[in-house]
């Protein structure tokens, strides 16, 4: 099984990486882009595990390793 | 409109941070877990177009500017 993970910044903390990111597009030109966020995306190869087994594992991962709980919120997906 | 770009390594390339991230799991008793890669993960917000737009904005803006094609893939999905 495969499992993806998405950790972004949650909504209420100030993301300088995207402002920059959002900044730079404007001064290119890309004035359609208004807000950036940036995020962290993990792609974890689970072996030998059913799917309730890969999810429960790639969730307790990304709460206590790939993410910080306090200041990051995270999206899993198995397939 | 939102877009959300993915952008891993490709393939072919090593990735030693999602190498670390694996080593570091491994150690810590999550044997389940096989090869992790790490990527980016953005989310735009695109003003006032159409899908059809905002598809073209952000694949423009994911080849451009937020990936670098040699080294490394990206996936885009609007809604």
């Known amino acids: 099984m495969k499992a993806k993970v998405f950790v972004t ?9 995207g402002h920059t ?7 290119m030109g890309y004035t ?7 995020g962290k995306y993990f792609e974890l ?3 030998s595990l059913s799917a309730d087994q890969a999810r429960a594992l790639a969730l307790e ?5 790939l993410a910080n709980p306090v200041i990051e919120s995270y999206r899993i997906e198995v397939d």
Chains 1, 2 share one sequence.
């Open 9 to 17: 910044l949650k909504p209420s903390v100030f993301d300088p990486q």
């Open 21 to 27: 990111i959002a900044d730079a597009l404007h001064s």
């Open 32 to 38: 359609g882009v208004g807000d950036v966020r940036q």
């Open 45 to 47: 190869e689970l072996n």
């Open 61 to 65: 991962v990304a709460d206590k390793v």
